[in-house]
T-cell receptor, first 113, second 111 residues
Framework: SQTIHQWPATLVQPVGSPLSLECTVEGTSNPNLYWYRQAAGRGLQLLFYSVGIGQISSEVPQNLSASRPQDRQFILSSKKLLLSDSGFYLC????????????FGQGTRLTVV | DQQVKQNSPSLSVQEGRISILNCDYTNSMFDYFLWYKKYPAEGPTFLISISSIKDKNEDGRFTVFLNKSAKHLSLHIVPSQPGDSAVYFCAASDQGGKLIFGQGTELSVKP
């Protein structure tokens, strides 16, 4: 069966510090991978998605970047965090091509102080 | 540009009655639509989906309706139960891998 791992669960970082959130998927190959952010009281905003190794699509220009160094690994990064980067970050995967549901990790609560 | 819109941020329904959650989309390239349920501090869980070649899909108490000409879909929950109380997100995907979510509707089912 397929599983998705996302860590850490919570993170408190100072403004200006770097960020690295990692997501890995097991039990499937060549998945579509996604990073979403949910700000307080808001919806799920698509940040990045990837349909293959090294293929990253950015939906919203901002202070973040994503990389997919391996087939089932998706990393969300920032060189310098801003206060506005605080939120609940979710990684997800779906079968490729997308005609099925996406499965989500448990999320990372990031607080930038 | 909000490609998937849920215009009702909240909905309150009496237990046993029907809950109807609505969603509109603007991108005609979307060809697969999904509904998710989410609790605070957790990832969303999949409920039901529908392909653009259909206009209705039913799974137990949950039914999703799709009106392609109006670019509108809805989720019906019958009968509603207190355990259904959560935030519901609709989502839409295209063949290019993009999966876009709406803003969510918080459903409260009162005993």
């Amino acid at each position: 069966s397929q599983t998705i791992h996302q860590w850490p669960a919570t993170l408190v970082q100072p403004v200006g510090s770097p960020l690295s959130l990692e997501c890995t998927v097991e039990g499937t190959s060549n998945p579509n991978l996604y990073w979403y952010r949910q700000a307080a009281g808001r919806g799920l905003q698509l940040l990045f998605y990837s349909v293959g190794i090294g293929q990253i699509s950015s939906e919203v220009p901002q202070n973040l970047s994503a990389s997919r160094p391996q087939d089932r690994q998706f990393i969300l990064s920032s060189k310098k965090l801003l206060l506005s980067d605080s939120g609940f970050y979710l990684c997800a995967w779906s079968s490729h091509p997308v005609m099925a549901e996406a499965f989500f990790g448990q999320g990372t609560r990031l607080t930038v102080v | 540009d909000q490609q998937v819109k849920q215009n009702s941020p909240s909905l309150s329904v009496q237990e046993g009655r029907i809950s109807i959650l609505n969603c509109d989309y603007t991108n005609s390239m979307f060809d697969y639509f999904l509904w998710y349920k989410k609790y605070p501090a957790e990832g969303p869980t999949f409920l039901i989906s529908i392909s653009s070649i259909k206009d209705k899909n039913e799974d137990g108490r949950f039914t999703v309706f799709l009106n392609k000409s109006a670019k509108h879909l809805s989720l019906h929950i019958v009968p509603s139960q207190p355990g259904d109380s959560a935030v519901y997100f609709c989502a839409a995907s295209d063949q290019g891998g993009k999966l876009i979510f709406g803003q969510g509707t918080e459903l409260s089912v009162k005993p």
